[in-house]
């Protein structure tokens, strides 16, 4: 798991893009994705993927995690993520979950687990 933390953001982003784009999904929706989960605005998140920062250390200093994000169920690499122990990891996931549902052409309002349809129910 180390080894995924001390990876740098500059590097492993531009692969969630990649995987979003090749599925017909742009990178301006996953910074959507990102900055909903972490509570980046769009121009830290480019500031921090131009720079040195590590893929942990960006989840460690996220200014305000989503608390929608704990909605977010399934499996990446055949691991369910809200099964995952070590909060780093699951936060990383987290991530990696939401990419995988842009690019299977989910809608981005079930993608950002809304909210408002959440609250109607009740």
């Known amino acids: 798991m180390e080894k995924v933390f001390q990876m740098e953001l500059k590097k ?12 017909g999904r742009t990178r301006e929706e996953v910074d959507q994705v990102t900055c909903w989960l972490t509570g980046y605005s769009r121009e830290e998140l480019t500031a921090l993927v131009e720079s040195d920062i590590t893929y942990g250390e960006f989840f460690r200093s996220a200014p305000a995690p989503n608390p929608s994000r ?4 399934g499996s990446v690499c055949g691991v369910r993520v809200e099964t995952i122990e070590d909060p780093l990891m699951q936060e990383i996931r987290y991530l990696d979950k939401l990419v995988d549902e842009l690019a299977k052409g989910r809608a ?7 909210e408002h349809r959440n609250a109607r129910k009740g």
Request: glycine fraction near 0%; charged fraction near 35%.
């Open 108 to 114: 981005m309002e079930k993608v950002l687990r809304n």
């Open 70 to 73: 704990k909605l977010i169920t």
């Open 12 to 23: 492993v982003y531009p692969l969630l893009v990649a995987k979003a784009e090749k599925k």
